[in-house]
């Protein structure tokens, strides 16, 4: 008991959770839950979002350490905005993922943090990427089946033709990928994404697909829960929707 | 290198790292595992079959650690044995269910495997128990090992109860194809087997023959 709460007060608040991104045709769906746990035993907020908007159009996931990825996203929000006034033109997404994956590299010791960027820019429209950084040097595995290795999830939003979100695994790489999930709810969710994610879906499917997705994963990850924080980015601009607990999709165990 | 991960494997148990499912259908059970069997990083036999026999009727599939897990299940196969004499008719499927619960749990400190009992018997049909720590709960369906984190929400999503014996199979194949991809300590082959009243139907799904997915 002693040891535990030691425990939770060195670690903090951290959001155990789950994020995704997800491109379809026109555009990206980036979303969360909306649980804070203090060491796995207390909600410390049932309703944070975790999707946070570094640029007009480009969207970050946070998973981890709530304290570092609001330093993070912060520091990334001020390189972006510098970024965008010097090229007098709104960043592209894989700009953003690269600076979030600076931040996880440099600082690979002390975060412990992982992004999904989602976002759309001009050049290559809709793209999804992933980055984070850990201090353990594991692979996605490791990482993955200990569910206290915390993930920040960013997701950039940047219009790209070839539909693609960047994902900063912990480590501090960056990878581009259709479809990709992240936080410790992630790991149940796995084999869904994999079935039922399709290329070029419509606006609708994708919704319902990442609205999906977090249910499931809601529904067996003990530190993810609450509201599913969605964002939708296209070309045209960025919509927020929120589905609340009681309007979750059930499944045949409820 | 070679000389770091030479010895590891001699000295790491042998753990079934796996995926197993079992599934009840109207009729019958099928169930289905991965058949790699791994000691540290390396792959010490990669066509096992954890689908173990307790009796003609009820199977039970095998996870975590292999020695553990394979004896529980011949100590259950003998005990059923003998029990199935005296009463002098095929077991339930709940019998052998509690016979591996009751060991499971009276060695709960010393052993580590865990195993899910499927079988079919005439007085309640096809019936799926899982066991883990030496709980002894019946459901729909049932995954377990090392893969079955990766696939808790397929499973939650794709399962529906009365599906035929055939869609079955195709729930079971691809849930073992999912996790097989996700996890490190499963692949190889998949083995599935049907049991229904008239009998028991083993079959093999070789590796290129696992259904893909669109990352494929």
Request: net charge negative.
């Amino acid at each position: 008991m002693e040891k535990r709460s030691v425990d939770s007060r060195v670690r903090g608040v951290s959001t155990g959770t789950t994020i995704l991104a997800a491109t379809f045709d026109g555009g990206v769906v980036i979303g969360s839950d909306s649980r804070a746990s203090i060491g796995g035993e207390y909600v410390s907020s049932k309703t944070i979002n975790k999707v946070v908007q570094v640029h007009d159009q480009i969207f970050c996931c946070m998973a981890g350490s709530l304290a570092d990825a609001q330093a993070v996203t912060k520091a990334a929000k001020f390189h972006l905005s510098f970024h965008s006034v010097q090229m007098e033109t709104p960043p592209l997404v894989i700009a953003a993922a690269s600076v979030l994956q600076e931040l996880c590299y440099n600082n690979k010791e002390e975060l412990q943090a992982g992004f999904i960027t989602a976002g759309w820019d001009r050049k290559k429209g809709p793209q999804v990427g992933a980055g984070r950084g850990d201090s353990h040097t594991g692979s996605r595995d490791t990482a993955v089946q200990s569910n206290s290795t915390y993930w920040r999830v960013a997701a950039v939003l940047i219009p790209c033709v070839p539909l693609q979100v960047y994902v900063v695994p912990l480590g501090g790489m960056l990878v581009g990928q259709p479809v990709t999930i992240g936080g410790s709810g992630s790991t149940y969710i796995y084999g869904y994404v994999d079935a039922k994610y399709k290329p070029n879906m419509s606006r609708e499917e994708c919704l319902q697909f990442a609205t999906n997705a977090l249910a499931l994963a809601m529904g067996r990850d003990n530190v993810s829960g609450g509201v599913a924080h969605l964002v939708v980015i296209t070309e045209t601009g960025v919509e927020h929707v929120v589905v609340p607990g009681n309007k979750l999709p059930k499944f045949h165990n409820e | 290198m070679l000389q770091e991960t030479g010895t590891e494997w001699l000295s790491q148990e042998v753990k079934t790292g796996t995926t197993i499912i079992a599934v009840e259908f109207d009729g019958g059970v099928v169930l289905g595992s991965d058949s790699r069997v791994s000691a540290g990083a390396s792959v010490v036999n990669r066509v096992m079959n954890k689908l173990s026999p307790l009796h003609d009727k009820i199977y039970c599939a095998l996870s975590g650690s292999a020695a553990d897990a394979q004896t529980i299940a011949e100590v259950v196969h003998y005990q059923l044995d003998v029990h199935s004499i005296e009463i002098d008719e095929d077991p339930q499927v709940r019998s052998a269910a509690t016979l591996v619960r009751n060991i499971s749990y009276k060695y709960k400190e010393e052993l580590s495997a865990h195993l899910i009992v499927a079988g079919w018997d005439r007085r309640d049909g096809g019936q799926v128990f899982a066991t883990l720590s030496g709980l002894l709960t019946r459901q729909p369906f049932a995954v377990g090992g090392s893969g079955s984190s990766y696939v808790y929400g397929f499973v939650d999503a794709e399962f529906r109860r009365g599906m035929s014996k055939e869609e079955c199979q195709q729930f079971v194949v691809n849930t073992l194809s999912l996790a097989i991809n996700r996890d490190g300590s499963s692949g190889g082959v998949a083995y599935i087997v049907s049991i229904d009243e008239h009998g028991t139907e083993e079959k093999v799904v070789l590796g290129n023959d696992l259904p893909t997915f669109f990352d494929q």
